[in-house]
C-alpha cells in the first residue's frame, strides 16, 4: 500500500486513492516494449508489476518468454543466423583474395542452432536481472484484464491470483499467422524456423515481406535450394520500387528461384517430404515450408471486450497518440497496437509512455523518418520516404539521386552483385526526404543517415560533407549529377 500523505491536516486524496491498488502500474508481456516501460515507469518511483508467459524459444498461447519475440524468436535469433549464411558466400569470395578453401566446407547446423539458443537465453537472463535490478516484480504467468484496474494471472500450475494497478499497459506484441490453405498444418512460421531439428535441403517460403526474404537468403546462403513464392510482381511491397528491384535480382544471383504473382494452394505429405502445388498448378517438393505471411496483434485471450477496449477490425488494440486506450486507465505500445511493427519503435513508445504517465512530461511518438532494414543478403535500408511515397506527397517538383555500382571488395572476388544507394529530394526545400540502399553494411550506414534527415539535412549539407575513403557510404556525399526529376503530380520513373 502506498504511504498515505497529510495535506493541512487531512488525507491527500490523490494518494488516498492511489493507495487502494497494488501496484501503481501492471504490464502484461514482457517483449522489448513491456520491459521498456516497466523499468522505465520504476525509475520514475513508480510500483510496477509485470507478468510474461514461460519461457520457449517457439510461442503459443501459453509459453514465451520474458524478452519476447524479437530477443528470442525473433530479430536476435534471426540476425545470428544471418551471420552464419552470410559465411557461405564470404567463403566463395575468399578464394580470389588469396585464400586456398579446401572444397569439402561442412557447416553444421546443430552448431550454430546451439550458440543461438545459449544466446537468447543469455538474453532472457538479462531481461529478467534488468527487471529486477529496478525493482519490477515479475510474474510468470498468463496474465488477462478483468476490469479497468484489475489484471488477472493464470500462474503455471493453473491458479490464478488477482492484482489492481491504477494503470494497465498492453505489451503482448504478435504472433505469426497462416493461411488456411489444405494441409497448412504441415507448414511453419517463423518460429519453428528459428530451432529446426534438422537443416532443410530443399525449402519453400511463401510470402514477399521482410521474414520471406531474410529466410529465403539464410537458408539458401547455408546451402539450401530455396523457392520463394509472393503475390505481388517484386517482394516487399511497401518498399522503394526501384530497391525492390535489385533485392530480386541479388535473389535470384545468390541463387533462389523467384515465382513472382504465385501462392500456394495445397500442401501433401510425401514419403519425400512435403508436396507443394502453386497456384500455377506447379509441383515442388520439399523438406520445410514457411508460411511468411505476415503477423496478427496478441490480444485474443486478453479479455479486452469484456472490459470495453476498443479494438480494430485486425485485433489490434486502439490508442491515441499517447498510446492510452478509450479505457483512461488502460495503455498499448507495440506490436499490439499495430502502428509501426518493429522493436525500436515499441521501445520508443515504451519511453514516451512512462514520461507521459510517470514522469510528468506528456509524450507523443515520433513516427517520422524511422529507419528499418531488411536482413536479406546483401541488406537493404532505408529512411524516410520512398520514391513512390515522395511522388504522392509532393508538393512540387522531386530530385532523385542514384548511385549504382560494383563495391571494391567485389572487384576482387569477382562476385557480380551490385550496390544501389539513392537519395530523395524536396527540390523547393532542399530537404533530403528520403534514403535508401542496398548492399553490404546497408544498415550499419542507415543508422547514420537516419540522424541527418531527422535533423533536417539538405541536399546542399550531405554535398559538403567530406567523405570516408575508399568506403561505400562516402557515395552518400559525393552524389552531384541528378539522376531524374520528377514534376509535380507525374508518376515515377525509373530505369528498371
Not at 496478427?296 to 485471450?301: F, G, M
Request: proline share 4%; glycine share 10%.
Amino acid at each position: 500500500m502506498a504511504r498515505k500523505m497529510l495535506v493541512d491536516g487531512e488525507v491527500d486524496k490523490a494518494t488516498a486513492e492511489e493507495a487502494i491498488y497494488d501496484f501503481d502500474l501492471f504490464v502484461i508481456g514482457a517483449g522489448s516494449g513491456g520491459v521498456r516501460a516497466a523499468r522505465f515507469s520504476a525509475n520514475q518511483g513508480a510500483k510496477v508489476g509485470i507478468c510474461e508467459l514461460p519461457f520457449h524459444p517457439i510461442s503459443s498461447e501459453e509459453i514465451g518468454g520474458v524478452g519476447g519475440t524479437c530477443v528470442i524468436r525473433g530479430c536476435v535469433p534471426k540476425k545470428i543466423l544471418v551471420y552464419g549464411a552470410t559465411y557461405g558466400g564470404e567463403l566463395e569470395d575468399a578464394k580470389n583474395y588469396g585464400w586456398e578453401i579446401n572444397e569439402n566446407v561442412d557447416f553444421t547446423w546443430k552448431k550454430l542452432l546451439q550458440k543461438k539458443t545459449d544466446e537468447i537465453l543469455r538474453l532472457n537472463n538479462i531481461y529478467k536481472r534488468l527487471l529486477a535490478n529496478a525493482a519490477v516484480k515479475l510474474y510468470e504467468g498468463e496474465g488477462r484484464i478483468v476490469g479497468p484496474n484489475d489484471v488477472e494471472v493464470r500462474q503455471i500450475d493453473g491458479t490464478k491470483i488477482s492484482y489492481t494497478a491504477k494503470h494497465i499497459l498492453i505489451a503482448t506484441g504478435s504472433r505469426a499467422q497462416k493461411p488456411n490453405i489444405p494441409g497448412h498444418e504441415l507448414a511453419i512460421t517463423s518460429d519453428e524456423a528459428l530451432s529446426l531439428e534438422e537443416f532443410p535441403k530443399r525449402a519453400v517460403v511463401l510470402g514477399g515481406g521482410y521474414i520471406a526474404v531474410e529466410f529465403a537468403s539464410i537458408w539458401r546462403g547455408m546451402g539450401a535450394t530455396v523457392d520463394l513464392f509472393f503475390r505481388k510482381e517484386l517482394p516487399l511491397r511497401g518498399f522503394d520500387d526501384e530497391m525492390r528491384a535489385l533485392v530480386a535480382r541479388n535473389l535470384e544471383g545468390r541463387g533462389i528461384s523467384l515465382h513472382p504473382q504465385t501462392s500456394l494452394t495445397q500442401l501433401i505429405k510425401t514419403d519425400d517430404g512435403i508436396k507443394v502445388i502453386s497456384s500455377h498448378g506447379e509441383e515442388f517438393v520439399a523438406d520445410v515450408v514457411l508460411f511468411a505471411t505476415g503477423r496478427n496483434p496478441n490480444t485474443k485471450r486478453l479479455n479486452l471486450e469484456a472490459v470495453g477496449v476498443e479494438l480494430d477490425q485486425a485485433g489490434a488494440v486502439k490508442v491515441d497518440e499517447y498510446s492510452r486506450t478509450n479505457i483512461p486507465s488502460i495503455w498499448a505500445v507495440g506490436d499490439a497496437t499495430n502502428r509501426i511493427n518493429l522493436t525500436p519503435v515499441a521501445l520508443m513508445e515504451a519511453s514516451c509512455f512512462a514520461n507521459t504517465v510517470f514522469g510528468g512530461k506528456p509524450t507523443k511518438a515520433d513516427y517520422s523518418n524511422v529507419a528499418c532494414a531488411v536482413f536479406c543478403i546483401p541488406p537493404l535500408a532505408v529512411v524516410g520516404l520512398s520514391e513512390e511515397e515522395a511522388v504522392e506527397q509532393a508538393t512540387g517538383d522531386i530530385l532523385v539521386f542514384t548511385s549504382g555500382f560494383n563495391p571494391m571488395k567485389n572487384t576482387i572476388s569477382g562476385r557480380q552483385e551490385k550496390t544501389l544507394m539513392k537519395l530523395i529530394v524536396d527540390e523547393k526545400t532542399d530537404k533530403v526526404i528520403g534514403a535508401s540502399m542496398c548492399g553490404p553494411d546497408a544498415a550499419e550506414i542507415m543508422q547514420g543517415i537516419a540522424i541527418a534527415l531527422k535533423c533536417g539535412a539538405t541536399k546542399a549539407q550531405f554535398d559538403s560533407t567530406v567523405g570516408i575513403h575508399p568506403s561505400s557510404a562516402e557515395e552518400f556525399v559525393t552524389m552531384r549529377s541528378v539522376t531524374r526529376r520528377i514534376a509535380y503530380k507525374a508518376k515515377p520513373k525509373t530505369n528498371l
